[in-house]
């Protein structure tokens, strides 16, 4: 079962993706939903600042930072980039569960959102839709780039957390869902 952080953001589309794919899922809204006991997280994008101050204000933080450092599978999109990440330039740490410096609306109020073709791991090209998108300034040792778009890395994964700067979700390519839950989290 994996648990869709359902507080703000574009959590929706999550989840037809893994409709697509066939994996069950249960949308999470407030702390008592985190006790179903999940075999992997997506934190969608949104407004990760938002999202930041329901985490608090819902005291769910530590408890999913806690499932997260225990080894919980996780995968971000954008804003859940930005709340994984931990530093963020242009805004707080959220989470601060994976090694990665992140710059906050990098591309740009203007010229924030735009769509692309990149490739991804050695998954061959995906399409990629950014809006409003961060990206990754650098990245600790253990962590693998995945993606990069201009030189900027837009995708990485640390151990059990796969982060990605774009949206995924927002394309009908399931290519990225099915590395999460294949490769990342081992459940297909
Ligand atoms: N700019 C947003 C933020 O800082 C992220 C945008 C997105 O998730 N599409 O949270």
Same mark, same amino acid.
């Given at each position: 079962?994996?648990?869709?952080?359902?507080?703000?953001?574009?959590?929706?589309?999550?989840?037809?993706?893994?409709?697509?794919?066939?994996?069950?899922?249960?949308?999470?809204?407030?702390?008592?939903?985190?006790?179903?006991?999940?075999?992997?997280?997506?934190?969608?994008?949104?407004?990760?600042?938002?999202?930041?101050?329901?985490?608090?204000?819902?005291?769910?933080?530590?408890?999913?930072?806690?499932?997260?450092?225990?080894?919980?599978?996780?995968?971000?999109?954008?804003?859940?980039?930005?709340?994984?990440?931990?530093?963020?330039?242009? $805004?707080?740490?959220?989470?601060?569960?994976?090694?990665?410096?992140?710059?906050?609306?990098?591309?740009?109020?203007?010229? $924030?959102?735009?769509?692309?073709?990149?490739?991804?791991?050695?998954?061959?090209?995906?399409?990629?839709?950014?809006?409003?998108?961060?990206?990754?300034?650098?990245?600790?040792?253990?962590?693998?780039?995945?993606?990069?778009?201009?030189?900027?890395?837009?995708?990485?994964?640390?151990?059990?957390?796969?982060?990605?700067?774009?949206?995924?979700?927002?394309?009908?390519?399931?290519?990225?869902?099915?590395?999460?839950?294949?490769?990342?989290?081992?459940?297909?």
């Amino acid at each position: 079962m994996i648990g869709v952080f359902a507080l703000q953001g574009a959590f929706a589309e999550h989840e037809a993706c893994l409709d697509k794919l066939g994996v069950p899922f249960a949308e999470i809204r407030k702390k008592e939903d985190l006790d179903r006991g999940f075999d992997a997280l997506i934190i969608p994008g949104g407004e990760s600042t938002v999202m930041d101050k329901l985490l608090r204000d819902m005291d769910m933080l530590d408890t999913v930072r806690g499932m997260i450092l225990g080894g919980t599978p996780v995968f971000g999109t954008c804003a859940g980039l930005i709340l994984l990440s931990s530093e963020v330039e242009g $805004g707080r740490t959220c989470l601060g569960t994976m090694d990665v410096r992140t710059v906050r609306n990098a591309y740009g109020r203007q010229l $924030g959102s735009f769509r692309t073709v990149s490739s991804f791991a050695d998954e061959g090209e995906v399409p990629m839709v950014f809006i409003r998108a961060p990206y990754i300034e650098s990245a600790g040792p253990d962590t693998r780039v995945l993606a990069e778009v201009d030189g900027r890395i837009v995708a990485a994964r640390s151990g059990r957390q796969l982060a990605t700067a774009f949206h995924p979700e927002l394309t009908d390519d399931l290519t990225v869902h099915r590395y999460f839950l294949e490769k990342v989290a081992g459940i297909l």
